[in-house]
């Protein structure tokens, strides 16, 4: 065939670039639920940043004339058995959520995902006796290992932090390194080596950009169990302490006592943790299922 | 009966009978035989030894198996000058100068293992409280400081001698933690209580579940003939506030000792009608503010004074006690009392004044003197319960944040919060609290004088003319005189030095099913907890 005679239409058919609002409305065809959660974990995000401007009034501000107010025009959503603003501290907890739910996440993951990395990489005797140490950990329930973790650290939100943040580390180390096991193997780590890069520079050039996927998918997973292990804590007493705004705490101060005579008390925290923790998993759900090839191809 | 005293037993006894909406009916009732009453109790029991404890999880499931050698009348419990013989057959009239108190004993009676009760028992029970070997914890071995000896003639009498005449004495043998115990086994094992229960109670045959319940059945041999009247009793173990609501509610348990915040009564009370009373009463406890004297800024009598002054107490009393149990407003004697402070007196002190725009101005304006900054940070070590102490704590964080201060609230268990207070020392400010069994306000602020005297004071302060008013007040029985000192000891601690501080007096609400009958409400968790005058109407 004379090269004239090939398809002018060639040029004409080089894939068009989707606008971001096309490629939005491809992802929210796709994945309905992911966006749904997405659209939630903005929202929360939003709300701590700007809980400043959204709540109408200071979340630790004692109403002395308005214990257990219903909600109303004045309180939206009632006041607490304090007198404070049930949807004020609600807005302000989302801070406490976020900041706690995103920090134990990435720091946890982060550490996580360079011992797995590292572990896979140097293999052997370090890779065994790492990851019977990993063992260890991973026997313990999550909310288990975060109560011993505060037992040992005691009370407060940078304590919690790190009470949920060391559960973690086992984790994603564990899920990280069997995707590095495989990334190791590859020819251009052999190369890396053969040229003699540093093990670090292997580690973080080489290895660790090629097992984003599951750590991005970790991190996603692990914001919603955070915001759920430090409700948790705080509900048992044992994380962020009064008066600082936050859902668990506000769960353990009036959901009981106040659950007949006041429910509001403890049905707005109970609804806050519970989308919160639904957005976030819906969210990760999602994330994971668009960097997994596996799942992408089906 | 002095006439101060007789007014205050007559006010709390009125305030008793006018929450139980029963006038006179109580007396008019004939006491049934027979039943088991259940009873919830938040906490267990550390060990089972009385004169080491101090929490009322002992003295709740453990004081029904033993006897006291004097005890508050279970049958007017509002008057806390109203004590009888236990063991004893007659109260004592002081000799030689008030300093020999003489104690016969009830003849025939015997401990659950069948040994006799003799004078014996009384002396090494109380020489293990008062004079205590190196190896062991005697809890109120303070409150006897008055006593020189004890000494037993025969095996009927028991005598006291005093190193001065003392009015806190008799209150002080009253309190319910001394349980007479045997001393045989107190000769073979000093610590042999701690983990074993043998008295000559209402109650015997102690069973236990860790975790679960304490029963005992009624001592048959028990030397009050016809008592007890029920068969036995079970205490059920319940850590969580709402279980123990609810188990009164559906009726697994009775009643609790210690006390429900007023929610829990008005949803008691709307749930069950006439199924329940409540009975409540004026509580000699308090919460106390501590500030660590060893740490600055808190070294500083300004920054003190400034913290005390922030607080407004009148108002609190009036918004606490609709969701806590705390209520009235008093000084560091138990409100009502003829030692304590009246509303005049009080309004004299810092933190009490009626003007709280004035006292909130003075704090801020010593802050300023004291150099603390506006927004100054510090963390409030607190107890991890909720009623009152985590109530009460978030409450102080608001009123200080009136004046400039950001304060965060340290929450810790019950151990931890004590190795704080006790070991580490080194807190900013604490919650504390001055729970008390028999009131006995000369004795009670003992909290308030020396670290090293005080045996329970916190701060880490020191002040000489403190002790020598509690001295002084101890070894007087003017009350006049008691009065005017106690004035003065109260101006110096809450004031002048503000050593510590005073937040508000607990208020005791005790609903219970109404057939439990012949148990009366006291100003103390700590009383009236022998269970043989009380019986089931049903």
Redesign the interface.
């Given at each position: 065939m004379a090269i004239s005679e090939l398809p002018t239409s060639v040029e004409t058919a080089a894939p068009r670039r989707r606008t971001a609002w096309q490629q939005f409305k491809r992802v929210a065809r796709r994945q309905p639920l992911g966006v749904a959660g997405g659209a939630i974990v903005i929202l929360m995000i939003l709300m701590a940043i700007f809980a400043d401007v959204i709540a109408p009034y200071d979340p630790?501000?004692?109403n002395?004339s308005a214990?257990t107010a219903p909600p109303g025009t004045e309180f939206w959503l009632g006041t607490d058995?304090?007198g404070r603003d049930v949807f004020s501290r609600i807005v302000h907890g989302a801070r406490t959520a976020v900041f706690v739910g995103f920090v134990a996440s990435i720091v946890g993951a982060g550490i996580g995902l360079v011992l797995g990395v590292g572990s896979a990489y140097f293999g052997g005797k370090i890779d065994l006796v790492f990851q019977r140490v990993m063992d260890i950990f991973m026997s313990f329930p999550l909310i288990i290992m975060a109560l011993a973790m505060v037992a040992i650290f005691?009370?407060?939100v940078d304590k919690v932090i790190v009470a949920i943040t060391i559960p973690f580390i086992p984790r994603c180390a564990r899920v990280v390194r069997s995707t590095a096991l495989s990334v190791r193997e590859m020819p251009y780590v052999d190369a890396a080596r053969s040229i003699g890069y540093s093990h670090t520079r292997i580690i973080l050039r080489h290895m660790v950009p090629n097992v984003m996927a599951p750590f991005l998918i970790m991190i996603t997973a692990f914001v919603g169990q955070a915001i759920l292990l430090e409700a948790s804590l705080s509900y048992l007493?044992l994380g962020v302490?009064?008066?600082?705004p936050a859902w668990g705490l506000m769960l353990q101060?009036g959901a009981?006592?106040?659950?007949?005579?006041a429910p509001w008390v403890a049905i707005f925290p109970g609804l806050a943790i519970t989308l919160a923790v639904f957005g976030f998993n819906l969210f990760g759900d999602a994330v994971r299922d668009m960097l997994d090839p596996k799942l992408r191809s089906q | 009966m002095n006439s101060g005293l007789k007014t205050l037993a007559a006010s709390l006894a009125v305030g008793a009978a006018l929450s139980l909406g029963l006038g006179g009916a109580i007396a008019a009732e004939t006491p049934k035989k027979g039943g088991v009453l259940k009873f919830v109790v938040p906490a267990e029991p550390p060990s089972f030894d009385g004169h080491r404890e101090t929490t009322f999880a002992l003295v709740h499931p453990i004081a029904p198996f033993y006897s006291l050698l004097v005890k508050q009348n279970p049958q007017n419990s509002m008057d806390p000058t109203d004590i009888i013989c236990d063991l004893c057959t007659e109260m004592p009239k002081p000799t030689d100068g008030g300093k020999t108190y003489t104690f016969k004993l009830r003849k025939g009676v015997t401990f659950e293992d069948g040994a006799p009760l003799t004078a014996a028992d009384v002396k090494a029970t109380y020489d293990k409280i008062i004079f205590p070997p190196a190896d062991i914890s005697s809890a109120r071995k303070a409150y006897f400081v008055m006593v020189e000896s004890v000494e037993t003639p025969d095996d009927e009498t028991v005598v006291f001698k005093l190193k001065y005449p003392s009015s806190a004495f008799i209150p002080a043998l009253a309190m319910p933690f001394n349980f007479i115990y045997d001393d045989a086994k107190l000769a073979q094992d000093m610590h042999w209580y701690e983990k074993n229960i043998l008295g000559s109670g209402p109650f015997q045959k102690a069973e236990r579940q860790a975790g679960a319940f304490i029963k005992g059945t009624a001592n048959p041999n028990y030397y009050e003939k016809g008592k007890p009247y029920l068969d036995g009793f079970e205490a059920i173990f319940a850590k969580k506030e709402s279980l123990r609501v609810q188990a009164i509610r559906g009726d697994r348990a009775a009643i609790e000792f210690r006390g429900f915040p007023p929610q829990s009564r008005d949803d008691l009370v709307k749930a069950l009608g006439k199924d329940i009373t409540v009975q409540e009463s004026d509580w000699n406890c308090v919460l106390l503010i501590t500030p660590n004297h060893r740490k600055k800024p808190f070294d500083d009598v300004r920054v003190r004074r400034a913290l005390t002054l922030a607080v407004d107490r009148w108002g609190g009393s009036q918004y606490l006690s609709k969701i806590a149990i705390v209520k009235t407003v008093g000084g560091i004697v138990f409100p009502g009392h003829p030692l304590a402070a009246n509303k005049e007196e009080l309004q004299q002190l810092a933190g009490y004044w009626p003007d709280l725009a004035k006292s909130r101005a003075e704090a801020k304006r010593l802050l300023k003197e004291a150099g603390i900054p506006e927004g100054f940070k510090f963390v409030l070590n607190n107890r991890a319960v909720d009623q009152p102490y985590k109530i009460v704590g978030t409450w102080l964080i608001d009123q200080w944040k009136q004046i400039g201060l950001a304060v965060e609230q340290q929450v810790q268990p019950t151990g931890p919060f004590y190795d704080t207070l006790r070991k580490k020392q080194d807190f900013d400010v604490s919650i504390d609290f001055n729970c008390q069994s028999v009131v006995n306000p000369l004795l009670d602020v003992s909290k308030f004088i020396s670290e090293d005297t005080s045996g329970s004071q916190y701060g880490g302060y020191t002040n000489r003319e403190v002790d020598e008013l509690f001295n002084a007040m101890n070894q007087t029985d003017d009350q006049a005189a008691q009065r005017e000192k106690m004035r003065r000891m109260e101006k110096i601690v809450l004031d002048e030095e503000a050593l510590g501080f005073i937040t508000m007096w607990w208020y005791r609400i005790i609903p219970h099913r109404s057939y439990v009958k012949g148990w009366n409400v006291s100003p103390s968790h700590y009383l009236n907890q022998q269970l043989a005058d009380v019986w089931l109407d049903q």
């Open positions: 630790t501000a004692m002395y214990f058995q304090m005691g009370t407060g007493g302490q009064e008066p600082t101060g009981e006592l106040y659950a007949e005579s | -």
